[in-house]
């Protein structure tokens, strides 16, 4: 990510970021602090549909160039029809007190300065920071809008400012810091300097920690050994069902809350907690590569896939960036496979060549009279010779990208990223998932022959 320096007030600087190409997902911050941005954007905006328009012009690419300085945020926002609004969003700078304990705080762990070199926020050091005072990242209210469009309260321009600088906290989050007074230089400059300040204090001989030294290694072993632990004790069993939350059907429902909504998400989360536990206490878990934390818009689709009552599936459609019928094709994807599913089902990629080569062995080996990959170039028709005898022995497959598809049928194959293949059907003139996922293309398609079933 490139930025244009200017020096500004103080010894901080202004950068100028270029403007961003669309997201190419639907979320908008992967990290823990840019969705604490976007927390305090969306609990403070009075009107709900102000921040969805604005993320539909931050998806647009309707933003232009972002400057950020101490203290503020501006950018140049585009109305659908062209229209040019010059929007700000002012947040507090830091005063020195409130610098002086938090670099106090960050130069105290070697860690947090590697992390933060790395661009990574240590939460340790954000909750660290809060307990003595200092907020490092802003909460509801602390983001002042300011726009010519004369809104008073967050209006779509000024969202779609905040969405786009979650983006810029995500890659960057020396961002929050000039935001908060001090530019990059300036602060790993103070860092260094603190931290070589309190190793040398430390290795002073006057330091009684330091006085003696010199420990006998086998001494530390020992008392080691008689501080020994007790063995860890057995997993737990996992529970025969998910928890049941208690019911709260009072007489009179309280002003506000929807009685019904709460209940749903409670046993909601029962459930995903005892769907996580499942997998934690599984005998190949520790092996499995971590999975990146669910998406909200992941977790709309899932919520939506449990819910049944009317009311509930109205709110959370209303919550969802998809209309309908995309709202209801994710969800059919979701049960049959999850977050993995939900992807197949949106995201159209091309396979690298090892990937390439290992779908064209898994096709060669589901059929062994012959299987037809027509689309060992994406621009074959993929028919079949009339003379070959063989023409019904095994499907003939056009690919296009990582979909494979009967040409004229309504028959599909996709495969998805993990390796796995993941049946179609076409039906109205759309694709839909037909089943969960198989490890070998002829099991997956071999759900969508009913006779087959």
């Known amino acids: 990510m490139n930025a244009h320096d200017r020096h500004g007030p103080g010894d901080a600087h202004e950068k100028t970021f270029p403007a961003l ?67 700000d969003v002012l947040v507090q700078e830091f005063t020195d007190a409130q610098w002086d304990r938090l670099l106090g705080l960050a130069a105290a762990e070697s860690g947090h300065i590697a992390a933060l070199l ?28 300011r726009c010519d469009c004369d809104e008073w309260d967050h209006c779509p321009h000024t969202a779609a400012l905040c969405y786009q600088v979650a983006r810029l906290l995500d890659q960057d989050p020396f961002v929050l810091f000039l935001l908060r007074g001090r530019g990059e230089a300036d602060l790993v400059d103070e860092l260094e300097e603190r931290s070589t300040a309190e190793a040398e204090s430390a290795a002073s001989p006057e330091n009684p920690r330091t006085a003696d030294v010199g420990v006998a290694a086998a001494a530390v072993y020992a008392a080691a050994a008689l501080a020994a632990l007790s063995p860890l004790p057995a997993r737990p069993r996992l529970p025969d069902a998910p928890g049941q939350p208690p019911t709260l059907d009072t007489e009179t429902e309280p002003p506000g809350v929807d009685v019904d909504a709460v209940e749903f998400l409670a046993q909601a989360a029962a459930t995903q907690a005892y ?46 960036d998809r209309n309908r019928a995309e709202l209801d094709r994710a969800v ?108 070998d293309p002829a099991s997956a398609l071999a759900a969508l022959d009913p006779e087959e079933d």
Not at 47 to 75: E, I, M
Not at 333 to 339: P, Q, T, V, Y
């Open 275 to 320: 769907r996580l536990l499942a997998e934690a206490l599984a005998p190949a878990h520790a092996e499995q590569a971590p999975q990146p934390p669910p998406t909200r818009d992941e977790d709309v689709v899932r919520l939506m896939a449990q819910a049944h009552d009317l009311r509930v599936r109205s709110r959370l459609a209303a919550a969802s």
């Open 118 to 145: 790395d661009r990574e926020v240590p939460p340790e050091l954000a909750q660290d920071a809060a307990a003595a005072g200092v907020e490092l990242l802003p909460g509801i209210g602390d983001l002042d809008p």
């Open 332 to 439: 059919l994807a979701w049960g049959f496979g999850g977050a993995r599913a939900l992807a197949v089902l949106e995201q159209d990629w091309t396979p690298d060549r090892a990937s390439l080569a290992g779908a064209r062995a898994a096709l060669a080996s589901a059929w062994p009279d012959g299987a037809r990959d027509s689309g060992a170039r994406d621009d074959t028709d993929g028919a079949p010779s009339p003379d070959d005898p063989d023409a019904n022995a095994a499907p003939v497959l056009r690919r296009i990208r990582a979909r494979w598809t009967e040409p004229g049928g309504d028959r599909q194959l996709r495969l998805g990223r993990e390796g796995r293949w993941w049946p179609y059907r076409r039906a109205a003139g759309q694709w839909l998932p037909a089943g969960p996922s198989a490890a």
């Open 21 to 87: 190409p669309p997201p190419a997902g639907r979320g908008f911050a992967h990290t823990w602090w840019g969705h604490a941005w976007l927390r305090a954007l969306e609990d403070s905006a009075l009107d709900g549909n102000q921040v969805k328009q604005g993320r539909r012009y931050a998806r647009s690419g309707a933003v232009g160039a972002v400057s950020v300085r101490p203290g503020g945020l501006t950018a140049v926002v585009r109305d659908p029809d062209g229209t040019a609004h010059r929007t």
